[in-house]
């Protein structure tokens, strides 16, 4: 038992290892991401860029940002926490949907999605004063990342329509393109492997340790003994 304890035990202590490695490398990578292109837009015109240039090794993401006014606020939900004023947050959607193409107009992906204060993707929000009767923030979101084929050169139709479930209010509205964005795998690999690696090393120091107390069973006796 001690042997099985001391192999479990050097296993999750590799499992480990591993983990911290591999989420490493998907936060050096996630830091890699390279800022190609930013395109302005306005609510309710549709625009096609110019031609971006981007990198073909890796994928690429959209992002939209935007100041956004809204008087539409819901107060935050914030159990174990006794204040004095309540929060809210700011509420807002606003639908759009885009058409990436290379340079010969020939589609390469095509989305519906929204700017919205409970997106699906990776959101973020700054600054502002939000109150019961609304606020203005600076706000954002990513979208699905997709494959670009040589030569890498993309051009995106997008329309961003008007907010017509809370009448929120957008400006500075920013389009941008990213390049070298890394998948999830790895991150997702790394997270799994960290959160497997303390059971394996509990189990086998458990199992080394009983096997310290456990006697060992005598050995029986050969028959050229007698």
Known sequence: MKRIGCALA????????????????SIKKAVDSKKVAEIPLEVGQEITTEVVAVDTSQLCQLTLDAIISSESVEEKDQPGFDKDEPE????Y???????????????????RDHLRWEGTG??????????????TINAGQSYEK???SPPGRIKI???????????AQAKEITLTVYDHVSTQGTA???ATMLCVAPIVIALGIVI????????????EPHPSDF
Do not use: Q
């Open 157 to 167: 139709r997008i329309e961003v329509e008007p907010d017509t479930t809370y009448d």
């Open 10 to 25: 050097i296993c999750g202590v590799l499992l480990l290892v591993g983990s911290i490695s591999l989420l490493g490398v």
């Open 146 to 148: 997709f494959e670009v």
């Open 122 to 135: 990776v959101g973020w929000s700054s600054g502002g004063d939000v109150n019961a009767d609304g606020g």
């Open 188 to 190: 997702v690999g790394g």
């Open 208 to 219: 080394f340790v009983v096997g310290l107390f456990t006697p060992s069973k005598p050995a």
């Open 93 to 111: 959607d606003f639908p759009f949907h885009y058409t990436v193409l290379d340079e010969d107009d020939n589609k390469v992906m095509s989305e």
């Open 88 to 91: 809210f947050e700011l509420r």
